[in-house]
């Protein structure tokens, strides 16, 4: 069986941040919408392409919480004649990280009305990854895309390149300091090293 | 719902079209060698802009104020981007980096020169950090001063990152997320603080900085020039307090030699030499825009490739931006088995559209070469010639940008007043409409700027072609057929992208 698997990096940075609106190449990028007829919360949608569908996946709410019931919706459809899947779609979860490969099934969903909807509700703030899993024309098709629940740690950023420029700063006064030390004793070094 | 720009109308295009015809029978007609225009004016000597340049340039303080205001922004901007809303055109990070900076900079080139970089923070707070002053020189500083290896004093690493730039902002989408924006600005910001840390002088800047350097090869086309104003002083000078600074002013960061400058290329607008030099014998001058690329700067063979390679991206920048352009990706990854954003399909045309535009610009080199039968290198010819592709880059830039600067800018005012975009919702269908509606200037108008861009940009690369071709290998008028059809086929390929509708960026 050929198995027709996303590549998960390509989706989880597109979309782990997730940006919005309409960009110029829309595949992958997720997009926010306003429900216009009710006042319910905003949702976001993100549309790629694997194999022979296009799959559109939304999030209601767009930016779920930690106890607050949520929904995914995928919607395939055949690239060539626009034909809805009608089949079954399996939904799995897993933390968002690299060490913790432990999927959890969320739940098995038939079709409804072309869609596949399959509730959630996470205790815990974190990053996650939803997989949707379905079999086509002999093929499996596994679509990974990401979940945010809660706040994103932003701290990550920050701290690298606060972490960065301190190691570097050290690093460049330790090697200063060595070769003032090393010009102190040599005449010869001092001489070739003009930057001090 | 994708919602688009209308496209400059056909009307329009025709008239373009017949100008340029104008303008090639000229050029052929013409058998002398083009002489720019030579007159400059001292700006300092004019009344109102003269004082206040006078006020910028001769004094650190006021830079340096300057300079804190756009690291203070730059600081909100990562803030806003790491802790505030994704919602794109909700949050100041992106908002502000690619519809108002991004779009704004190129446009000041033309005015302004590389002034960006006088006040770049990327600079200031790696000059900060690493020679531990807030605009005064001293004589100890946290930089091991290493030579820059040789192999590294091109601009290929500008270039590359470029092209690496390009496929962030249009592949992944950084324009449309506020979050990776940040990272992007973090990361510019390690990269200035890490090669200042290690070099001596400022290789980034020199030789790194893509932004840098896409401002610095636009500006030969900027209206304004840091000259000296008697070349026979800087002739004689001994001391060259611009090239080596001064007790109190760092030397040129870019080591530039004013008596001998004759481009904008690397020039960063730091006023160093304004202020070191003892004959205060430099200042700010106004030019014909074609002077510098007709007849001053000077070929070489990293700053030709940098020049085609941005004339390629830029076209790519447009063609992404149509309609169609989605279609096309996503039959091409079908077709090569690509899937989720189709990153590789995307890499892949990226890479097709860069060639395509060397091939064809290899291609009228070699057919000038034949024609005009010239013992002149290959490569003496490609280099001399790639200035012809920086006036159509950047006309095409502009003209391109001009649509996002006045078309997508409404709505700033509720991102000044909530620039983390706490709360906010996505943009309604009637904020969308409004948005697509309300525009900055008239529409005619728009059309109006776009058209005379696009002949201004196929007139100066006329003068280009003939002033190098005289230069180079001593031919003029027919023989440069085939350098003017290149002009003609790019310009074409612009012309024909601006009348298309382009996809809004909301
Ligand atoms: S070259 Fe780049 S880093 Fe240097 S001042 Fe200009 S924009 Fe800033
Ligand atoms: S010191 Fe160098 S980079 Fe700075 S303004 Fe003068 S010539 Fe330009």
């Known amino acids: 069986m050929n198995i027709k698997k996303m590549n998960l990096i390509r989706i989880f940075f597109l979309t782990l941040f997730c940006s919005s609106a309409q960009g110029h190449h829309v595949l992958g ?18 549309e790629v392409q694997v194999g022979e569908y296009y799959i559109t996946y939304m999030v209601f709410p767009a930016f779920p919480s930690p106890n607050q019931p949520g929904r995914v919706n995928l919607y395939a459809s055949r690239i060539d004649n626009g034909e809805p899947f009608q089949g079954q779609v399996i939904f799995k979860v897993r933390d968002n990280n690299w060490l913790n490969k432990r999927e959890e099934v969320l739940g098995i969903q038939a079709v409804d009305d072309n869609v596949f909807r399959q509730g959630f509700e996470f205790q815990e703030a974190g990053n996650y990854i939803i997989r949707a899993e379905f079999e086509s024309d002999s093929e499996s098709y596994q679509i990974d895309f990401p979940l945010r629940i809660g706040d994103a740690s932003v701290f990550g950023p920050i701290g690298v390149t606060v972490s960065l420029i301190a190691l570097l700063l050290i690093t460049v006064n330790l090697l200063q300091r060595k070769k003032l030390i090393n010009a102190k004793i040599s005449p010869k070094y001092r001489y070739k090293d003009k930057s001090l | ?56 340039t001769f004094n650190s303080w006021p830079l340096f104020i300057l300079k804190l205001i ?102 992944f989408g950084f324009t449309i997320n506020p979050y990776m924006t940040a990272f992007l600005g973090l990361l510019i910001m390690l990269l200035a603080i890490f090669s200042l840390a290690i070099y001596e002088n400022k290789p980034f800047c020199r030789f790194f900085c893509p932004i840098g350097r896409t401002i610095g090869f636009y500006s030969q086309l900027a209206v304004v020039e840091l000259r000296p104003i008697d070349t026979d002083i800087c002739a004689n000078c001994t001391t060259l307090e611009c090239y080596y600074g001064t007790e109190t002013i760092e030397p040129c960061p870019t080591r530039l030699v004013m008596g001998r400058l004759k481009q904008n290329t690397y020039c960063t607008s730091c006023g160093n030499c304004v202020q070191s030099c003892s004959k205060k014998n430099i200042a700010w001058r106004m ?49 090569i088995n690509d899937s989720g954003s189709l ?16 091939l064809v610009y290899i291609f ?30 950047f006309v095409y830039h502009l003209a391109h940008n001009l649509n996002h600067l006045v078309r997508e800018n409404d709505g700033i005012g509720q991102i000044i007043l909530n620039p983390l975009g706490i709360e906010a919702e996505p943009l309604s269908m009637m904020e969308k409409h409004a948005r697509h509606t309300e525009i900055l200037l008239n529409q005619d108008l728009i059309f109006l700027l776009q058209s005379s861009l696009i002949v201004f940009g196929f007139w100066v690369s006329l003068k280009i072609i003939q002033n190098r071709g005289i230069s180079l290998i001593k031919i003029n008028g027919r023989y440069l057929l085939p350098m003017i059809m290149f002009s003609v086929l790019i310009t074409g390929i612009h012309l024909w992208l601006l009348t298309q509708p382009m996809i809004m960026r909301m």
């Open chain 1, 29 to 46: 990028r997720p997009s926010y919408s306003l429900n216009e007829d009710s006042t319910t919360p905003p949702s976001m949608q993100v």
């Open chain 2, 1 to 56: 719902m994708i919602m688009t720009h209308p496209g400059l109308p056909y009307e329009w295009a025709i008239i373009i079209c017949l100008l340029m015809i104008i303008l090639i029978v000229l050029a052929l007609r013409t058998s002398s060698i083009y002489e720019p225009r030579q007159y400059s004016i001292n700006l300092v000597e004019l009344p109102v802009i003269g004082p206040l340049i006078k006020f910028l």
């Open chain 2, 70 to 171: 756009v690291v203070l922004l730059f600081l909100f901007v990562i803030t806003a981007g790491l802790f505030g809303s994704p919602i794109a055109e909700r949050n100041l990070a992106t908002v502000l980096t690619w519809n108002l900076w991004w779009t704004g900079v190129i446009v000041s080139v033309f005015f302004l020169g590389s002034a960006w970089c006088a006040i770049c923070p990327w600079d200031t707070i790696a000059g900060w950090l690493i020679r531990r002053r807030l605009w005064y020189r001293t004589s100890s500083n946290n930089s091991l001063n290493l030579k820059l290896p040789k192999r590294l004093r091109n601009i290929y690493p500008a270039l590359f990152l470029l092209v690496g730039l390009t496929w962030l902002e249009l592949g």
């Open chain 2, 287 to 335: 030019r014909p825009p074609t002077r510098e690329i007709a007849q001053d700067a000077r070929s070489h063979w990293d700053e030709a490739w940098f020049m085609l390679i941005l004339l390629g991206i830029t076209s790519f920048h447009g063609v992404t931006m149509m309609p169609f352009f989605e279609k096309v990706l996503s039959k091409l990854g079908y077709m």
């Open chain 2, 343 to 358: 990153l590789l399909t995307f890499s892949i045309l990226l890479f097709i559209s860069l060639l395509i535009s060397l």
């Open chain 2, 364 to 393: 009228f080199i070699w057919l000038t070469k034949i024609l005009s039968i010239s013992p002149i290198s290959f490569k003496k010819l490609f280099s001399g010639f790639a200035f012809t592709a920086l006036p159509l880059a």
